[in-house]
């Protein structure tokens, strides 16, 4: 249930309606905008009169969400929600780029791509050091001490940093991580989102492998449920029946989560094909149809990356992309801080 607010409303009437709200064992989401304010319920709404709530001299009009998430919904949050991360911004006007390696492999590996990404034009830095890998016998990455060497690259570069958590028990080793990743594997692990729910950080929430929106939206609601609002969606590509591709990269979902969801959406061209002469026209594509920013897989050697360099492109390639986005945001009302 929604409860938009009249703007003439006087504060103490307003604290009072969310205080009756509050007793009724619900919780409230409020989203203060320019011309209106958003009370939105989240429980068992089904306790509250909507006649009595309509009659409130207060209130403008009353509306029940039929979708099953209520965080998530733009219609909780009309205006896009601005997610800080280290002092860069996704969401509304502002596009990031998120570049590096698949996996963290030596420390003059991490650092070198750091330097080289940075000079390119990339905002963030990604690299994993522990990587969910479909064979057991496959790199697994250095962990403990791949989250170390990704704090060098921080240091020697003043980049924030991305890496993805594969479980609870690894909470504690990301407290230092700018933005932490729920790879599409663990898109429905619902006791790791809780748990980075609780997280006071931002987290980049990737599609599942073949998940619909709506299960990805109810992923966000986990995380948000438990307090932690500051989410980045990530769409990645789905599996299909297409073989010539690594996943098929669902651009469509782009601006349907626009409409669904206040929560901004970048893309990752690079599994999505899982071919790096791809990597360019899909970065391009996904600026197009309004996505708030991009994650790219960049490595210095990729026929000698220790995971995914099929996918990889080199700096140089990278600095052409970034190049052409920024020739591209003004015609999509996109700056890039």
């Known amino acids: 249930m929604i409860i938009a607010v009249k703007n003439s409303s006087d504060?103490?009437?307003?604290?009072?309606?969310i205080k009756w709200i509050k007793s009724k064992g619900l919780s409230v989401d409020i989203s203060v905008g320019e011309n209106t304010t958003v009370i939105g319920l989240v429980g068992d709404t089904s306790k509250i009169d909507i006649d009595l709530v309509r009659s409130m001299d207060i209130v403008e009009h009353v509306t029940r969400v039929q979708e099953p998430y209520k965080c998530a919904n733009r219609k909780f949050h009309p205006e896009d929600s601005i997610i800080d991360v280290?002092?860069?911004?996704?969401?509304?006007?502002?596009?990031?780029?998120?570049?590096?390696?698949?996996?963290?492999e030596t420390e003059k590996q991490i650092v070198d791509i750091a330097i080289a990404c940075k000079k390119a034009g990339a905002n963030l830095l990604r690299g994993g050091a522990f990587k969910p890998r479909t064979s057991p016998y496959s790199f697994q990455g250095l962990r403990e001490t791949g989250i170390d060497l990704l704090l060098k690259a921080k240091q020697e570069t003043g980049m924030p940093i991305v890496s993805e958590i594969m479980g609870v028990r690894?909470?504690?080793?990301?407290?230092d991580v700018d933005l932490v990743q729920i790879g599409a594997r663990n898109m429905q692990n619902f006791e790791l989102l809780k748990e980075v729910g609780k997280m006071n950080k931002p987290i980049l929430l990737k599609r599942g492998l073949a998940n619909t929106i709506e299960e990805w939206l109810m992923s966000a609601e986990y995380i948000?449920?438990?307090?932690?609002?500051?989410?980045i969606l990530c769409e990645r590509g789905i599996r299909t029946f297409e073989p010539l591709t690594r996943n098929t990269l669902d651009l469509?979902?782009?601006?349907?989560?626009?409409?669904?969801?206040?929560?901004?959406?970048?893309?990752?061209?690079?599994?999505?094909?899982?071919?790096?002469?791809?990597?360019?026209p899909l970065s391009y594509a996904s600026t197009t149809v309004g996505?708030?920013?991009?994650?790219?897989?960049?490595?210095?050697?990729?026929?000698?990356?220790?995971?995914?360099?099929?996918?990889?492109?080199r700096p140089e390639q990278f600095a052409v992309i970034v190049k052409n986005i920024d020739v591209m945001l003004p015609l999509v009302n996109k700056v890039r801080i």
Do not use: W, Y
């Open 11 to 17: 504060k103490v009437q307003v604290d009072n309606l």
């Open 86 to 104: 280290s002092g860069h911004k996704f969401g509304g006007n502002n596009f990031q780029i998120i570049a590096g390696p698949c996996s963290v």
């Open 170 to 175: 690894h909470i504690d080793l990301f407290k």
């Open 224 to 231: 948000m449920s438990e307090g932690n609002h500051n989410i």
């Open 252 to 280: 469509s979902a782009i601006p349907l989560l626009k409409e669904l969801t206040h929560l901004p959406i970048i893309v990752d061209p690079s599994h999505a094909s899982g071919i790096s002469r791809l990597v360019a």
């Open 291 to 313: 996505a708030d920013g991009l994650m790219i897989e960049v490595h210095n050697d990729p026929p000698h990356a220790l995971c995914d360099g099929a996918q990889a492109i």
